[in-house]
């Protein structure tokens, strides 16, 4: 008993040490990972312009080398501006309005293999104006698919000032193949209450393989019924002891009709065999700014537009 017991704690302190070695090696594969990865810090400013506001952010480690890859979502209370690139260090988005009362956009970084993720405030003042108007913001702004899916996103349309007219909807650079959907197309906000649509950006996946010749039951009684009752009358009157010769030459003809009807029958089918159709090579895998755009008709006479960028990644 005492040696069972001797050889059952051996196997225990083996299979521990093993666990253990494995932990450690875990442990320092997580280590390396996150010492990988800088610590960055984000700073973020913004300049009015004739068209809007832009909002430029900042990434760079502690040391101040900039960031080169990722991106920077620009965030309020009431929903994403929207977000950019990082691009030499800096990321850029330009609005041309603010949604009513906002008092604070904080730029978070997503973060990259190399650089860690971080996000900074701004407090800012934005004026309210005295004509009706409306704000135009998404969640999420960045999505990522693999071809063949969809990503829906929540655009949300704010009222300001007593805003009540009708916005439509539509969305501009969305690669080949894909195409935005929103749902509803049109939104009305009553009684200054925010009202949304569901906008889906679906996209292809390759296709093209594996198609099938399908043939109805008039093409194969034209390549198969019909050739065979023509073959089988020129046959019947080409035995035939018979002097006419008009029935030996209407076999021949009948002959002649069955063989071409047999060759017309199958030609289809020879060329889909040897010329098929072209595949659909589907959504490209890339990156792509898609412009989701609103407008309204503010009592039948002037127009009032707000554009929003989603960032699209196929995979």
Known sequence: MNLR????GIGTRAAS??????????????GLGAWAQVATRTHVSMAPEARGTTFTAKVGDIAG????????????????????????????????????????VTATYSGSDGF??????????????????????????????????????????????????TVTLSCSGVPATAKCVFSPA?????????????????TQAASGKGNTLVR??????????????????G???LRRRSGIATLRVLGFVALLIAG????????????????PPSGNPGTFPGTYTITVSGYATLNGTSVVGHTLDVTLTVK
Not at 17 to 27: I, P
Not at 186 to 202: E, Y
Not at 216 to 233: D, E, K
């Open 5 to 8: 017991l001797l050889r059952h």
């Open 17 to 30: 040490k093993a666990a253990g070695y494995l932990l450690g090696v875990w442990m320092v594969g997580a």
């Open 65 to 104: 080398n900039p960031a080169n890859s990722g991106t920077v979502s620009f965030e309020t209370a009431k929903g994403s501006l929207g977000s950019a690139f990082v691009e030499n260090g800096a990321a850029t988005l330009t609005v041309d309005k603010l949604p009513q009362g906002t008092r604070t």
């Open 116 to 165: 860690a993720a971080s996000s900074s405030g701004l407090s800012i003042s934005a004026d309210a104006g005295t004509l009706p108007d409306f704000a135009l913001t998404g969640s999420p702004t960045t999505v990522s698919v693999s071809p063949g899916d969809f990503a829906n996103i929540t655009v949300t349309v704010t009222p300001e000032n007593g805003f009540n007219d």
């Open 186 to 202: 049109t939104v009305t906000p009553l009684a200054n209450q925010a009202v949304t649509s569901t906008l889906q950006i679906q």
């Open 216 to 233: 109805s039951p008039s093409s194969i009684a034209y390549a198969i019924l019909l050739p065979g009752v023509f073959a089988l009358a």
């Open 235 to 237: 046959l019947g009157a």
């Open 260 to 275: 071409g009807l047999g060759l017309g029958g199958c030609s289809e089918r020879y060329g889909y065999l040897n010329h």
